[in-house]
């Protein structure tokens, strides 16, 4: 997977959840939740990449890419007016 590729599958999964929370847990499955019982405990294994169903994404690269997709959004609509 080339650098645009990868950049294009982060921003989907950007555009995709509102928040890092949300993503998080589309990752986690209800087998998950009966084993470990706790749902942040999830999320935390999810985060670090020992459980999930997808890509590993990091906060702060979930977060960069909103807030790049926010204001590259913000900057087309000033244009338009």
Partial sequence: MD???GRTSVDNI???F???EDFLD???TTVDLYYLGDESLARQLVELGYRGTGEILK???FEARKAA??????AKRTQKK
């Fill in 3 to 5: 650098q645009d590729e």
């Fill in 18 to 20: 509102n928040t890092y």
């Fill in 26 to 28: 589309s990752q986690i």
């Fill in 59 to 61: 906060r702060e690269d």
């Fill in 14 to 16: 950007v555009t995709q």
């Fill in 69 to 74: 997709i926010e204001i590259t959004r913000l």
